[in-house]
């Protein structure tokens, strides 16, 4: 079953105390994908400029990902710059330069428009409800969002959450969207919005799962070294929801297979911040992957 995502494809420099890199491969729906490792499998849509490298793309799609739904635009890519403290954990956002994204319009193909999951990730919530109006009937539909969305376009969060099944956001976006101190009540406040299930990233402290009956807290896997910790939200969302593509969940089960996804996801995201860019999801094989699961299982059973 196919995960549809829609989000940015992007160039990122990135500065950490140890090392600086320009211009590499980012944007929500790159990272999605690539962690996705093609469990669904995964279409991507977005927009990309003309100055777009085709191996970048290329990258995406060696990850198992379709890309046809990524559009070239005349004009300069979405570009984010950010500097990491000592801690790698705070960021400063330097630069957010939107390019061609200014203008974006999701287009999707037309066999795309039956994708049974759906991720709507970290884009202008009106584009996200756009795409929300084109497909026909998902069996499921996450979304992503962030404090630029919270203060400058509520009122459209707002009706775009009403719409969807599953919101992943971190702590602080979710005290910030509800104005709520308590997570817990943050999460019931965010679910009396519309998404019965509420995810919330607590980054190295990992992820707190609130479903429809059951809380989960998963811890975030400890690693030896952090390269550079970008886009580990959206991997996060990549392994969750080629988790539940790959169990066939709907909106309509228990939360079991969401427990699970949360697993998935933490297991996934914990590859991300061991390389820049997407490299150390690049790596990835079924192997390492069930070897860090079972870290985890590891940390979590007395
Ligand atoms: P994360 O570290 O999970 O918050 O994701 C970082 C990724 O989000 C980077 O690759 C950026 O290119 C992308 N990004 C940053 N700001 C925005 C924005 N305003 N809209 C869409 N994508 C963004």
């Known amino acids: 079953m196919a995960i549809l995502v829609v989000g940015s494809v992007a160039y990122d420099t990135v500065e950490t105390t140890r090392e600086r890199r320009e211009r590499q491969l980012g944007g929500s729906a790159s990272f999605f994908a690539v962690a996705a ?6 279409r991507c849509v977005g927009v990309v400029g003309d100055d777009f490298r085709e191996s970048d793309l290329g990258l995406i799609r060696s990850s198992g990902a379709r890309t046809d739904g990524i559009v070239r635009r005349p004009g300069a890519s979405f570009h984010w710059s950010g500097r990491y403290h000592a801690d790698m954990i705070e960021r400063d956002t330097l630069a957010t330069e939107l390019g061609v994204f200014a203008d974006f319009q999701p ?9 049974e999951y ?4 970290n884009i202008h919530p009106t584009l996200q409800a756009q795409v929300l109006d084109l497909v026909t009937g998902p069996r499921l539909v ?8 919270i203060e400058t376009t509520r009122p459209q969060l707002l009706e775009v959450l009403a719409r969807v099944d599953v919101l992943l956001v971190n702590d602080g976006e979710a005290r910030m969207l509800t104005g709520e101190r308590s997570l817990a009540r943050a999460a019931a406040a965010i679910a009396a919005m519309g998404p019965g299930r509420v995810i919330i990233k607590k980054g190295e402290h990992g992820a707190l799962f609130f479903g429809r009956d059951s809380v989960l807290a998963v811890p975030a896997i400890i690693l030896d070294d952090v390269v550079d910790p970008t886009g580990a939200g959206d991997s996060f969302a990549g392994g969750f929801m080629g988790s539940l593509a790959e169990a066939g969940a709907t909106r309509g089960d228990g939360d079991a297979v969401f427990r699970r996804a949360m697993i998935d ?3 996934t995201a914990s590859f991300c911040p061991e390389g820049f860019s997407v490299e150390g999801l690049m790596g990835v094989t079924d192997e390492s992957y069930a070897r860090r699961k079972a870290v985890l299982e590891g940390m979590m059973i007395p």
């Open 118 to 121: 759906l991720f709507l990730a």
């Open 107 to 115: 287009e999707i193909p037309r066999d795309w428009l039956d994708s």
């Open 142 to 149: 996450a979304l992503d969002t962030m404090n630029l969305w």
């Open 265 to 267: 996801g933490t297991v």
């Open 37 to 42: 490792r093609g469990r669904g499998p995964v």
